[in-house]
């Protein structure tokens, strides 16, 4: 297994204890609720960093070093298989499509649920709905293009 994922699962743990420390800190001098938001983000670096390191050494451990070739070579010939390329790339577009459709419908509910006030700030909710799907299709086309000048 590479060295790269030793070290970013020791980051990962790093970034973790910081994001802990830092909780622990708001937790004692304040009754902020960014604490717990703060805890989160420490149990999922902590958790991920740890997880990234124990699979570098049982991967790493002679014993199972050759079981890891074996696996590396079958993801990297089903990575490269034209059917899984494809289906991908459907489902990506799929996906992309989806959350467009997604975005809309979640616009015209806030934008009801706050015409009958049950929301407050819906306009700001709204507003950055909004600005997300402009950021969806301008960013798609952009892709395109660049893909496109890349492979003609």
């Known amino acids: 297994m590479k060295k790269s994922n030793l070290i970013t699962g020791g980051l990962y743990t ?3 204890a910081v994001f802990l420390i830092s ?8 009754d902020s609720k960014i604490g717990g938001i ?3 983000l420490a149990s999922a670096g902590i958790a991920t960093g740890i997880g990234m390191i124990c699979q570098y050494f049982y991967w790493s451990s002679p014993k199972n070093r050759e079981r ?4 590396q070579t079958e993801i990297e010939i089903e990575q490269r298989d034209e ?9 990506g577009r799929y996906a992309y499509v989806l959350g467009i459709h ?4 979640s616009m015209l509910v806030f934008s009801i649920l706050g015409a009958l006030d049950i929301v407050r700030d819906s306009v700001l909710i709204v507003a950055f709905l909004g600005g997300y799907l402009l950021f969806q299709g301008i960013i798609g086309i952009v892709i395109f293009n660049h893909l496109l ?3 003609k």
Do not use: M
């Open 68 to 71: 890891y070739l074996e696996r």
């Open 102 to 105: 997604t975005i809309c419908i």
């Open 14 to 16: 790093i970034v973790g």
């Open 83 to 91: 059917l899984n390329t494809k289906l991908r790339d459907k489902s």
């Open 38 to 40: 703060f805890f989160g």
């Open 23 to 30: 909780a622990i800190c708001i937790a004692i001098h304040s």
């Open 149 to 151: 000048k890349k492979y």
